[in-house]
């Protein structure tokens, strides 16, 4: 049995080049739109968690995923300590010494129903010209 995502990716390989375009362009303006959505809500301190934000390419063109923290948000514990720990994380899920302040999940779960419905009806629109 194929990965739903195997099936997915040989459906979008069978369609021409500006139908690809078409439908990739549109998941990107989602992800877009996503990715504006968390940076605004994002606490700003000094603003590299709000930079952090960002879209990424993942297997294919059909893949893409919005992320926040990483290498810039990540830094040791305590001076010393030798442990890292990503500070988006920290300030999503609070911790024993700070409250939480969710600006990724909270977001993401309040677009995702807009955003699905816009990526049904792009997928839609893709098909009617197939």
Do not use: C, H
Not at 49 to 67: Q, T, W
Request: aromatic letters at 6%.
């Amino acid at each position: 049995m194929s990965e739903p995502d195997d099936e997915l990716q040989s459906w979008f390989s069978g369609l021409s080049y500006k139908l690809k375009r078409e439908l990739a362009g549109k998941l990107k303006e989602q992800a877009d739109e996503l990715a504006g959505a968390i940076k605004a809500e994002a606490p700003v301190v000094s603003g590299t968690l709000r930079d952090s934000v960002k879209v990424r390419r993942r297997r294919n063109e059909l893949e893409l995923e919005v992320v926040a923290g990483g290498e810039t948000t990540s830094k040791e514990i305590r001076a010393g300590a030798g442990v890292d720990y990503d500070y988006a994380l920290a300030i999503e899920y609070g911790t024993t010494e700070r409250p939480a302040e969710p600006f990724f999940y909270n977001t993401a779960r309040k677009l995702m129903p807009e955003i699905q419905e816009n990526i049904e009806q792009a997928v839609a629109d893709v098909l009617a010209k197939a």
